[in-house]
């Protein structure tokens, strides 16, 4: 779907048809961004309704917004049972966590906390 609210045609992009699901998601997503616009957030943690998220959250989100560069999107990535690769050069160290960039963006899936 587009930005303007269009479909596109299958031949648009062949393989890559989104589920309604997906869809729904990618719509909720916009429209969290639009709310962080319209309430001129500088960030925010926006996230699935079945994440878990860990006890700690706070203090990482606050270790995570001081190396935050405008335009940054930080994916928590917590899919034990897929294996993405992540490169570590000049990943940024947050506890016991790290920013990395990851090496193929397709590998992320559908990621969530």
Same mark, same amino acid.
């Given at each position: 779907m587009g930005i303007d609210g269009s479909v596109a045609g299958r031949d648009a992009s062949p393989g890559s048809d989104l589920s309604p699901g997906q ?5 909720? !997503?916009? +429209? ?9 957030? $500088? ?11 860990? $006890?700690?959250? !706070?203090?990482? #989100? &606050?270790? &995570? ?18 294996? +993405? ?13 790290? #920013? ?5 963006? +397709? ?7």
């Amino acid at each position: 779907m587009g930005i303007d609210g269009s479909v596109a045609g299958r031949d648009a992009s062949p393989g890559s048809d989104l589920s309604p699901g997906q869809v729904g998601c990618a719509l909720s !997503h916009l +429209a969290a961004y639009e709310s962080m616009i319209d309430r001129r957030l $500088p960030w925010a943690l926006i996230v699935e309704d079945d994440a878990v998220l860990p $006890p700690d959250i !706070h203090d990482i #989100l &606050v270790r &995570v917004e001081a190396t935050l560069r405008r335009g940054d999107v930080v994916l928590l990535y917590n899919r034990p049972q897929h294996r +993405a690769a992540f490169s570590t050069v000049n990943a940024d160290s947050i506890g016991d966590y790290r #920013l990395c960039l990851p090496m193929n963006m +397709a590998g992320l899936g559908t990621t969530a906390a």
